[in-house]
């Protein structure tokens, strides 16, 4: 297993972290919690160091010439650093998921079985150039109980490299073993290889990033992947919907904050009420600056809008633009979702029991919302405290992803002797 | 994402499991239950057809000139088919975990938020040449709710598509889709290839069989994988146990079935009572015919064993052998456990109180085990019904499976109108 690129110094990390991993999983809460306040705290007394590293990486990335929102996103602002301070005191407040008995059963042989939680073990971040990630998943995976590997964007790893040495030096004072926490210490792209093939000693890898960076770590990880690929979220407005409502939240969805992955994209509205809905939605849509781009049916309603063709209806825009389709029905609606959806987040507006019913039980997207914005599906806003990713494919988590999803469960069984006959 | 090999084949069949799936995850319980027991009923009407298909298979087996056992496994006598067609019997008496809210919560702006079971989808399973799994798979796959793809060895390929016919035709009377329950019609290894590339239509393959039949799975698939290696199983018997008891289990875990995943491979004994346990242990285990590997100081007090060398440790026998390390205590032997182990099964046979807790506590094994034999892994005898396989990766399912495991939770959420502030 011992890796020959990089002179097995990936390999080395990994280890060191699955050896950090038992240590970790028999921590007391008070130990993780006090070390993670003390993060916090070190993240505030070192904000002029953190500031002046982020600075060497604004350049190097201002150099090359990328975008305005990659350099926003890059930048670690005095508020940025408060932000994710407090984000590490959030994380101190959660309850611990480890150690939980999630259920406890007698057999009839007076054997006691239950299911406990425990921590997944290493957890790997692959992660683009935001820095304040490296703080936030380090924060969840200790308060799990997991030791982390951390391999951010090459753009940002002056500002990872500073996060990451000062909230190890904080966790050293609370007995977090120096392997539990580790950065990757080069931009190297085979580094990135080398991980996804540690599966001795790796549990879990999680890939935060645009689709092209996800795609390349599942098809190249032998380590169970958690990821989104993108999130192609819809409304369907039913006939009898509270039109209000419907107008407020399919403003809510697009505009609120159109470039995350729980924004809407594609309107799909019941033929009964197209033509009452549209006209007055489209114009509000409009004024707050998105693009419409509509199916026939739309586009002969209000004239003057772009016509969607077929790729419109897979695309996540990420930005002001929306697709809009008249269809027959909440069936019509749920076959669109099938088709065309991503399993993210889908949403119905309706007043209609039977259809309400139909659309909860029929949409298996990972999050399924009755009369209400697609904007809450994460972790905050659903109460799982801090998130640590989404998951569109099924296995193990399935939607905003918390604490919890980060641990897993063993059996354990209290005998007297038993023996099987 | 159409195949050129085989047609496309593969990718037919895999598109017709996803449309079926789209059905089965709301079909009610009644509806799937009565299938089940309709399949049942025509197993065991069917089968003298079961027991000449099955013979074809036995020919062909026994003219490559396959081993005894494998001809055993791959046998269809009567009263097989009675405990497959009980085994479906008991699948539909299992309560159904489709549709369980397993947790629903307020959050302050009023949105009541909750978890409900949901079927994985599509289940590929790739297993050797055992037909009794055709039936069990797809009994339990189509309990949860999900289309199953199934692939088994080559040699059994008139038994299983016999079973399926017949249990297709069952499920047909009760509104299960076609697609439902598919058999891969070829022989040639790259259908294996070909299905493990459809992630877009399978969500989740479990392959049953031996370690190489496995890790060719692990390495090519782009399909999330569920799987065990091997049982590397422990007992460890503490200074102060009940001899007696630490006996009886030794034995039972040894030989009441040696050549499966949770029989014992390696005893620990405490130093203070290896003296005493192990003249007389290895006695009995010798008397029913097991061979004794022994590190040296237990080939110093027991001689005219073999001994162990570092091989020995790494080994599953799923044989009559046992290999045995004498250690310092209940620390020593977790490190064991830890380096050598294979997170399967482990147990600690121990009258103390704090011992308890710190095997339970520290030992990261998919089942835990305080006082009875590591025999009693498994989905049946911890009361899971029927068991679908056993993980020992920790995501999503660590330990044996029953049929909740092949399901997930999507969220959903009952709003009035709320939007992101």
């Known amino acids: 297993m011992q890796s020959s690129l990089l002179n097995g110094e990936i390999a080395k990390i990994a280890k060191a972290a699955r050896e950090a991993s038992r240590v970790l999983a028999t921590l007391s809460s008070e130990n993780k919690n006090r070390a993670l306040l003390r993060m916090s705290d070190e993240l505030i007394q070192e904000k002029e160091t953190l500031i002046l590293e982020n600075r060497k990486d604004l350049e190097y990335a201002g150099a090359k010439g990328l975008s305005d929102a990659f350099l926003d996103r890059l930048t670690l602002s005095e508020s940025r650093i408060h932000e994710m301070a407090s984000g590490l005191k959030d994380i101190a407040k959660l309850p611990d998921p480890v150690g939980v008995v999630t259920k406890m059963?007698?057999?009839?042989?007076?054997l006691s079985v239950g299911k406990v939680r425990i921590p997944l073990g290493v957890v790997g971040i692959i992660y683009e150039s935001r820095p304040n990630v490296t703080a936030d998943a380090a924060g969840l995976c200790l308060k799990a109980g997991n030791a982390v590997i951390l391999r951010g964007g090459s753009e940002s790893i002056h500002s990872n490299q500073a996060i990451a040495r000062i909230i190890k030096k904080a966790g050293s004072e609370f007995d977090i073993p120096q392997g539990a926490i580790q950065m990757i210490p080069t931009t190297r792209r085979e580094a990135i290889n080398e991980m996804l093939k540690?599966?001795?000693?790796?549990?879990l890898i999680i890939p935060r990033g645009g689709e092209s960076l996800i795609r390349f770590v599942v098809a190249n990880s032998r380590i169970p992947v958690?990821?989104?690929?993108?999130?192609?979220?819809h409304i369907y407005v039913d006939a009898g919907a509270d039109m209000a409502m419907a107008e407020k939240i399919c403003l809510n969805a697009k505009v609120q904050r159109p470039g995350v992955c729980n924004a809407v994209e594609t309107l799909l509205v019941h033929q009964d009420i197209a033509q009452q809905f549209l006209p007055s939605a489209i114009k509000k849509l409009q004024a707050a600056r998105v693009e419409v781009r509509g199916c026939k049916t739309t586009c002969h309603i209000v004239s003057e809008i772009a016509f969607a063709d077929e790729d419109d209806w897979y695309t996540e825009y990420l930005d002001l633009i929306l697709s809009i389709r008249v269809v027959g029905g909440v069936e019509e609606a749920m076959d669109h979702i099938s088709q065309y959806g991503s399993q993210h987040t889908e949403a119905i507006i309706t007043s209609s029991y039977?259809?309400?019913r139909k659309f909860l039980n029929g949409v298996n997207s990972s999050v399924v919302i009755v009369n209400a914005s697609t904007r809450f599906s994460d972790g905050h806003q659903l109460g799982l405290g801090a998130e640590i990713g989404i998951s569109t494919t099924k296995l193990h988590a399935f939607g905003p992803m918390g604490v919890e999803d980060l641990t897993t469960t063993k059996f354990i069984i209290y005998g007297e002797g038993q023996i099987r006959q």
């Open 198 to 203: 540690m599966d001795e000693y790796i549990d």
């Open 354 to 356: 039977d259809n309400s």
């Open 105 to 110: 059963w007698r057999r009839p042989n007076n």
């Open 226 to 233: 958690i990821k989104h690929y993108k999130g192609v979220c």
